[in-house]
């Protein structure tokens, strides 16, 4: 069993920055790839970006390619998105989520390839 928590939302000015931290608890989490998701009012969920287990290796959608960057730290069993040059539509909650399988560029979006889910955190870029 896995536990995420978020952190690290807020109320940021457009252009602005932050880092969103994932906590995770809970046995193997070397072995599981995150991600991070994020919903919007009145949209569905959509994943932005998504890290593997070993090779970290990284995926990221369009709408934030360039302005998002998702690193983890085994040591501390944390996963962070850091980003930039926020917009307005980039309010949303921000979810993390686990998965003990290998993510590809094919699949790391769809949400059944995930096991463990955080609770989010309300990222919100207004003036």
């Known amino acids: 069993q896995l536990q995420l928590v978020e952190s690290g939302g807020g109320l940021v000015q457009p252009g602005g920055s932050l880092r969103l931290s994932c906590a995770v608890t809970g046995v193997d989490f070397h072995y599981h790839a995150i991600g991070w998701f994020r919903q919007a009012p009145g949209k569905e969920r959509e994943v932005i970006s998504s890290?593997?287990?070993?090779?970290?290796?990284?995926f990221y959608s369009d709408s934030v390619r360039g302005r998002f960057t998702i690193s983890r730290d085994n040591a501390k069993n944390m996963v962070y998105g850091h980003m930039n040059n926020l917009k307005p539509e980039d309010t949303a909650i921000y979810y993390c989520?686990?998965?003990?399988?290998?993510?590809?560029?094919?699949?790391?979006?769809?949400?059944?390839?995930?096991?463990?889910w955080g609770q989010g955190t309300q990222v919100t870029v207004s003036s």
């Open positions: 989520a686990a998965s003990r399988l290998r993510l590809g560029s094919d699949n790391y979006g769809l949400e059944p390839m995930y096991d463990y």
């Open positions: 890290i593997n287990a070993g090779d970290s290796s990284t």
